[in-house]
């Protein structure tokens, strides 16, 4: 079966930078979409950025975008620069993979990781 661990969360300071990287194992992930996905205390889990298999599509919240980067590192692994901080970034934030196209809804998932912590203090 799928594993996924995301690695990078820590405490940073608004304004500041992180970089998070998740490892997917247990089959090949040559077909497969990549994304990130975040959940704050309280709210529900949502989609962050997402890439294609190939990189045609980049994909971001409106939140997000022009301050993160997903990026492919190699067939198993997908990082998130996440860039100017700020405290409403504060989540646990996972990855997550599909074969075929990007989803953005974290529903239509049927398997997670543990994660990792992003805070970000004011």
């Known amino acids: 079966q799928v594993q996924l661990v995301e690695s990078g969360g820590g405490l940073v300071q608004a304004g500041g930078s992180l970089r998070l990287s998740c490892a997917a194992s247990?089959?090949?992930?040559?077909?497969?979409?990549m994304a990130w996905f975040r959940q704050a205390p309280g709210k529900e889990r949502e989609f962050v950025a997402g890439r294609s298999w190939n990189g045609d599509t980049l994909d971001y919240a409106d939140s997000v975008k022009g301050r993160f980067d997903i990026s492919r590192d190699d067939a198993n692994s997908v990082s998130l620069q996440m860039n100017v901080l700020k405290p409403e970034d504060s989540a646990v934030y996972y990855c997550?993979?599909?074969?075929?196209?990007?989803?953005?809804?974290?529903?239509?998932?049927?398997?997670w990781g543990q994660g990792t912590q992003v805070t970000v203090s004011s």
């Open positions: 997550n993979v599909h074969l075929g196209g990007l989803l953005k809804d974290p529903k239509k998932y049927d398997y």
């Open positions: 247990g089959r090949s992930f040559t077909w497969y979409a």
